[in-house]
């Protein structure tokens, strides 16, 4: 696999995870993306942490399986992205550490908090605020 810059923190901040509940979260919600980068994501997370669960969302989660199973991402094109059930369905879940590739322009109420850690992962090179959690840029 090749090395990109973001590949290095990421690669630290999972490992230094190890025995907590990993959920990665892709934003389906336009086909506007770099999606081979998304793809070299996955894979990271197959390699290192087939433990991981995978979960595609845009306004709703479309599907949520083990990291592991082959995997095609549905991409649509409606741009209409929502985070809320994502993260009612982690707290569900028990989930210790969610991984979230997004654009971080979907919609979550401002009151709303989560009992878990959160990175954004963003491929963009527009990085807006985060509601909370923490940022990375994938690019």
Not at 82 to 102: G, K, N, P, R
């Amino acid at each position: 696999m090749f090395k990109l810059k973001w590949h290095k923190d990421l690669l630290k901040k999972v490992q230094d995870r190890e025995g907590k509940k990993l959920g990665l979260v892709v934003d389906t919600s336009t086909n506007e993306t770099k999606i081979e980068l998304i793809a070299s994501v996955i894979k990271f997370f197959q390699e290192l942490r087939p433990d991981t669960t995978l979960v595609q969302a845009d306004f709703k989660i479309r599907t949520t399986t083990p990291i592991t199973e082959s995997i095609e991402i549905k991409y649509y094109t409606h741009g209409k992205s929502s985070y809320t059930l994502v993260m009612e369905w982690a707290e569900e879940e028990a989930i210790d550490t969610l991984f979230y590739v997004t654009d971080l322009t979907g919609f979550l109420p401002e009151e709303m908090q989560v009992g878990f850690e959160v990175f954004w992962l963003v491929p963009t090179e527009f990085v807006p605020k985060a509601p909370f959690g923490k940022v990375m840029k994938i690019t």
